[in-house]
């Protein structure tokens, strides 16, 4: 909502005069004005200004398109269809609120019915395209409850309390569970339930009111009914992984705000055993912003930080600006504290914040934390993707190994230019080489700033292999285009002695001595028409050239590769003086060149 305000007052704006960002300005009085009823103005004043800023300038992009389409389609018409305004916000992101104003402006109708009509059906595509094969237990409800126990154990014994049927699928609830439910971004547990002897392995878990239940396959055989004894385990190393990138988030959000500013605020979260994703409102992160935050979360972990998980009474910890809280969020009479170092019962921690989530005891049990991407995923909030422990050093290792094909890629080019370039009697290309083979140092280091400054070099040494191989690739252009002047200069000689009237000629050569033969055509300023066909190993390239002559006569090389490519299967095309194109390697030159002479000579 706030957006379509700022919008509709940057159209406004934009009807007064005002081409460039102006909101901002108005900040520093709206300050004076209420800065002592709201202290909160004055202390995030340049914040309001930057995201002013920020979100004025990107929506004068989108406003000067859609006034733009807006003026062009209304043109002629009497109205603004509703396919029009449906385009116009979905394609192009102009609100239909605008799109009403600009129609309302101009007395313009238009059919919102219509624009409705449409954003239902996409609407229905993006549900369509959201379902899973995952059963889920939206029809199920239930009054039972089911006690966590997964802070502490990582299996226990329970007693089934209902068990529903859905298609394939067995809803199991019990008194107790130590299997997480998918909440607050973190992913379910996987594991195992043992039933009559037997194990069945828990494909989700979902949570229904204040029951859990475990889904598992309705397979044949498998009998159980309310007052059963089970046995609940879950894949305790998956959990461990996924509680270190749970851990590894909330240091995360903490090195955000110091890094890059405090009001860095949380907009949504992924945790799961291989990756953990944050969401966050923000400008574009820096890159050297990215490798300090990285600093700052491995050294935590370096420290070995203990990990407090306590429960307190909400009244006592909600004006506690230290703990992270979440606008809009509702919290109960008592709520989870997840505190990174300090002491237990002193909320003294780097970093900390109401969580019902699982995390790891101490620190150093994280490993290696690495930013895969930073990157806008709307306007104003950015989204970093990262990893930690095994994932990130695969993630390392993934990175090293598609690099270094990218350095034999350049290699193998550079080594087949030196090959030509060695035929042609000229100095080859050295290959250059890699001193210290960072890409190694990257895979063995075990701190942060050993595997930045490795990948770092490693990357640059990539770019100097690629670009060694493009300046081989050009120079090698460079000599065969000197190699391919001087052969069509003897060639030109030698077929305009006589000075004919036409030319028609087959060479052996490739495009460079095509191109160089037509345009010593035109250096000499040849006054006839001239067809030429250059043969070489993977292809057959025709050349026209009509001089001022041939031109006057009513001959044209455009005219002419058309004609002649499309006899022989081939595509081509060109201007009136010159033209190039292609046949089939398998076509016949004679007969072509046969062809050729036909239209020049009429």
């Not at 081409?19 to 300050?31: G, I, K, M, N």
């Not at 949380?266 to 400008?283: I, Y």
């Not at 993630?395 to 034999?408: D, G, N, P, T």
């Not at 002419?560 to 095309?573: H, N, P, W, Y």
Request: glycine share 8%; net charge negative.
């Amino acid at each position: 909502m706030l957006r379509r305000i700022l919008r509709r007052a940057v159209r406004y704006g934009r009807r007064l005069g005002f081409t460039q960002p102006f909101l901002a300005e108005l900040v520093d009085t709206l300050v004076e004005s209420f800065g002592q009823v709201f202290p909160e103005l004055s202390a995030r004043a340049s914040t309001v200004k930057e995201v002013l800023n920020r979100e004025e300038a990107s929506f004068n992009e989108t406003l000067d398109r859609g006034l733009e389409l807006f003026d062009a389609e209304t043109a002629s018409a009497g109205k603004v269809s509703g396919e029009f305004a449906f385009k116009l916000y979905d394609t192009y992101g102009f609100p239909i609120d605008l799109t009403a104003l600009l129609a309302e402006e101009r007395g313009l109708d238009i059919d919102m019915e219509r624009f409705n009509r449409l954003m239902e059906e996409q609407r229905e595509r993006a549900r369509a395209a959201r379902k899973s094969e995952v059963v889920r237990a939206l029809d199920l409800k239930t009054d039972a409850v089911t006690e966590f126990t997964g802070y502490d154990v990582d299996e226990c014994a329970a007693t089934v309390l209902e068990v529903s049927r859905q298609g394939d699928s067995l809803f199991i609830i019990t008194d107790k569970t130590p299997f997480y439910a998918e909440m607050g971004g973190q992913v379910s547990d996987a594991g195992l339930i043992e039933i009559g002897g037997e194990s069945y392995h828990v494909m989700a878990v979902q949570q229904i009111g204040n029951a859990r239940a475990h889904v598992v396959e309705a397979r044949e055989g498998l009998d159980v009914k309310p007052g059963d004894r089970v046995h609940l385990s879950i894949d305790a190393e998956r959990r461990r992984r996924i509680e270190a990138h749970h851990t590894a988030t909330h240091l995360l959000h903490c090195a955000l705000h110091q890094v890059v500013s405090p009001d860095a605020a949380q907009q949504g979260s992924f945790v799961s055993e291989d990756r953990l994703r944050f969401d966050f409102n923000s400008a574009a992160v820096a890159p050297d912003q990215l490798r300090l935050i990285e600093e700052k979360v491995n050294g935590w972990i370096e420290a070995a930080l203990p990990v407090h998980c306590t429960e307190r009474a909400y009244a006592d910890v909600k004006g506690n600006s230290a703990i992270a809280q979440f606008f809009g969020d509702k919290y109960g009479d008592v709520v989870r504290v997840v505190q990174v170092g300090g002491c237990r019962n002193e909320l003294d921690g780097v970093s900390m914040e109401f969580c019902g989530g699982t995390h790891i005891a101490n620190t150093k049990d994280i490993g290696l934390f690495k930013i895969k991407s930073e990157g806008a995923i709307a306007s104003g909030v950015r989204r970093i993707e990262a990893m930690t422990g095994d994932a990130a050093l695969e993630m390392i290792r993934q990175h090293v190994v598609a690099r270094s094909l990218e350095i034999a890629k350049a290699v193998e080019k550079i080594k087949e230019v030196n090959y030509e370039l060695a035929d042609m009697g000229l100095e080859q290309v050295p290959v250059p080489t890699i001193e210290d083979k960072p890409g190694l140092s990257a895979l063995g280091a075990s701190d942060i700033r050993t595997v930045n400054d490795s990948l770092a070099r490693f990357d640059a040494s990539v770019e100097h292999f690629k670009q060694t191989a493009l300046e081989a690739e050009k120079k090698l252009r460079k000599a065969r285009a000197g190699q391919s002047a001087a052969r069509a200069d003897a060639l030109l000689n030698e077929w305009l002695s006589d000075d004919p009237a036409s030319l028609i000629q087959v060479a052996e050569g490739a495009g460079e001595l095509l191109q160089e033969l037509l345009n010593g055509l035109k250096k000499r300023q040849y006054a006839g028409a001239a067809f030429l066909l250059c043969v070489d190993s993977s292809s057959l390239l025709l050349g026209a050239y009509c001089g001022k002559d041939a031109i006057a006569d009513g001959l044209s090389a455009g005219d002419m590769i058309r004609e002649v490519s499309a006899l022989a299967g081939g595509k081509g095309g060109g201007r009136p003086d010159q033209a190039r194109g292609s046949a089939p390697q398998d076509a016949d030159p004679q007969a072509l060149a046969a062809v050729a002479r036909n239209i020049i000579n009429g």
